[in-house]
């Protein structure tokens, strides 16, 4: 008798075999094309489940490329990217490598930043929760403990560079969003934000990205911040860009974080 787990990895395998053989059908009892039919049923529904969770994560390389090809890139992905997790809301993490290495998007050289982008927007809407820093909370301070606070970036703030014009093609899609940009291979720079429950990626110069993105692993002081951030853009006004980060809810105090998960379902 086969151990369990290898009886499991057996029936993983032909859900994934898309033709499955004689022997890989050997672990079903009964007739062997009645195995297949039924292990049809259920590749057809993994693939439907991996598809609704692949189009929920990436809607706008969905609205890109239009439903039957989606459909296709979906089934492609899972062929050589199987569920691994669990945790559906962790599939489709490979999804933006696996569109650089796809040939039938090459025409589309845009498309595994846009998918890159729409990831972080996904790891946002469920990263757990912080304290953000707000302005009330600084105008009850002294100037000089407001200037030795130590801060970080809140697990939901996500930097994002890119080469090509992901920013202004994920803002294009949203509602009341500006038009497609017309280059597409024009650098975009930002952050995904999620300041009140709503994910949003806002542009942002590349030299705050950069500073911005450092402060995760590298916390420091409120003030140290502000000067990293002169010292990489002489046009940089820190009591507007200040405000403008904490209205996006992008800093919180660098204290330990909570090691439980978000426990919004």
């Not at 559906?88 to 050289?109: D, I, Q």
């Not at 450092?214 to 405000?243: I, K, M, V």
Request: charged share 15%; aromatic share 10%; proline share 9%.
């Amino acid at each position: 008798m086969r151990a369990p787990d290898t009886l499991q990895q057996a029936f993983a395998n032909a859900i994934i075999d898309t033709e499955p053989t004689a022997a890989s059908l050997s672990i079903f009892a009964g007739d062997t094309a009645q195995a297949r039919d039924r292990i049809g049923y259920y590749r057809g529904n993994q693939h439907e489940t991996a598809l609704k969770v692949l189009r929920a994560a990436y809607p706008v390389v969905l609205a890109l490329m239009g439903d039957a090809f989606f459909e296709g890139l979906s089934h492609a992905y899972g062929q050589t990217h199987p569920s691994r997790d669990p945790d559906l809301h962790r599939y489709g993490e490979s999804f933006p490598a696996f569109l650089a290495t796809f040939g039938p998007v090459a025409p589309y050289p845009y498309l595994p930043d846009v998918a890159r982008l729409e990831w972080l927007c996904h790891v946002a809407y469920y990263a757990a929760d912080d304290v953000m820093l707000d302005a009330a909370m600084l105008q009850s301070m002294a100037p000089a403990d407001v200037a030795a606070l130590a801060v970080t970036l809140c697990r939901c703030a996500q930097p994002f560079s890119a080469a090509w014009a992901a920013v202004p093609i994920w803002q294009a899609h949203q509602s009341g969003g500006p038009p497609l940009p017309e280059c597409p291979d024009t650098p975009s720079h930002g952050m995904v934000i999620r300041p009140r429950w709503r994910v949003s990626v806002i542009a942002m110069p590349p030299a705050q990205v950069d500073v911005l993105d450092r402060l995760r692993e590298q916390p420091t002081t409120l003030g140290d911040l502000l000067w990293q951030a002169a010292s990489a853009d002489p046009s940089f006004d820190a009591a507007s860009t200040l405000a403008a980060w904490l209205e996006a809810g992008l800093l919180c105090l660098a204290s330990p974080h909570p090691t439980e998960g978000d426990t919004r379902s």
